[in-house]
């Protein structure tokens, strides 16, 4: 964890839900994790990760409950390490998945998730019946957040979300694109993330030596990890954001650009879970949904702005991506006036 790294004051809101209605045992456990208690009211604001880190754990002394209750049952301490251990066992990123579906379910009553595979795609569906609306909007994006992180982990590289819904509405953070890609949707019908089916193929590759380690680590670790605003894929990511495709440089261009050779790119990369090609994709990708969102750009246009020389092309590596035809995805968001 480097000094620099930080969390949104939303995953601390999060954390201390159970404690809204007790103003002095909300204000000691900040207090001890050195947060400011202002900071709750200001949704723009951030916090230090290893503030974030020491309030995961307070509240998990505080609350006994690992999933800080926000469940009517809850996870009780030690259950989170439980479930890690069967996972480590598992040969396929798909069987740990599938088992850590069920494992969670053993504990939590008012959330309960679902792996389907269509083809290509991989969706994860949660149900959830929570107490009230906040406990539900929480309690199905942590939910998710410790699905998705802990999928990273097991496969020991960074999975690309392709869509991610959720029931409730929200404001947008900057996180969100790191946490739940462009393709993210408040208020919609059902709560939902999906991902290409190919990553559920891959082996599990922890072990009982990797899982003490990262037990003993600090918990801030599955928000951040794979989602880190100042790793170097995140770099690489937003350098390629603010360029044309025609712009865009190659590994070694880029390794020349941040004074380090392209062996040492491909090493750092690859110890964040990706590679330069797969982040080139992910771009493409985000691009490509958030001009059809948000844009009256013609298809032809679209497929010139991400790099295809073809709009067939373009069509093809598009419902790859989704499943549904760029012209369809676009009459979701933008219905004909």
Same mark, same amino acid.
């Given at each position: ?32 994790a ?30 006994r ?11 009780p ?12 066992q598992?040969p ?42 906040a ?37 947008s953070?900057?996180?969100?694109a ?26 599990v ?26 790793g170097?894929a995140?770099?690489v ?15 070694? +261009? *880029?390794?020349?650009?941040? %004074?380090? #050779?392209p062996s040492?790119? =491909?090493? &750092? ?7 330069y ?13 958030e001009?059809?969102?948000q ?20 069509h093809? +590596? *598009?419902?790859?991506?989704t %499943?549904? #035809?760029?012209?369809?995805? =676009?009459? &979701? ?5």
């Amino acid at each position: 964890m480097r000094e620099k790294d930080s969390v949104a004051v939303y995953f601390v809101q999060v954390m201390v839900h159970a404690l809204r209605t007790q103003p002095e045992r909300l204000a000691a456990v900040l207090a001890e994790a050195g947060i400011d208690p202002a900071l709750l009211g200001q949704p723009e604001a951030r916090v230090p990760a290893s503030a974030f880190a020491a309030l995961w754990l307070i509240q998990i002394r505080e609350l006994r409950d690992e999933f800080f209750q926000l469940d009517s049952h809850g996870l009780p301490p030690g259950a989170f390490a439980l479930i890690c251990r069967g996972l480590i066992q598992e040969p396929t990123l798909e069987k740990a998945l599938r088992q850590c579906l069920a494992n969670f379910g053993l504990f939590l009553r008012d959330f309960r998730g679902s792996l389907s595979v269509r083809g290509k795609r991989a969706v994860l569906s949660l149900d959830s019946h929570p107490c009230d609306e906040a406990a539900g909007r929480f309690g199905e994006e942590t939910f998710l957040v410790l699905m998705i992180s802990l999928l990273c982990w097991l496969g020991g590289r960074r999975i690309p979300i392709d869509r991610a819904d959720f029931r409730y509405p929200r404001l947008s953070l900057s996180d969100d694109a790191l946490l739940w890609g462009p393709n993210l949707t408040f208020g919609a019908e059902r709560t939902e993330i999906e991902f290409a089916s190919r990553f559920l193929r891959l082996p599990v590759v922890q072990d009982l030596a990797s899982l003490k380690v990262f037990l003993r680590s600090a918990p801030q670790w599955l928000v951040i990890r794979f989602r880190n605003q100042h790793g170097l894929a995140t770099q690489v990511y937003q350098r390629l954001r603010r360029s044309h495709y025609s712009q865009w440089p190659t590994l070694e +261009a *880029f390794a020349s650009e941040a %004074g380090i #050779s392209p062996s040492t790119l =491909r090493r &750092r990369l690859e110890r964040e879970g990706v590679s330069y090609q797969e982040i080139k994709d992910e771009v493409r990708r985000g691009m490509a949904v958030e001009l059809l969102r948000q844009s009256r750009a013609s298809i032809g246009e679209i497929a010139e702005r991400t790099g295809f020389q073809e709009p067939s092309a373009f069509h093809r +590596a *598009f419902k790859k991506w989704t %499943g549904e #035809s760029p012209g369809r995805y =676009r009459a &979701r968001y933008q219905p004909a006036s």
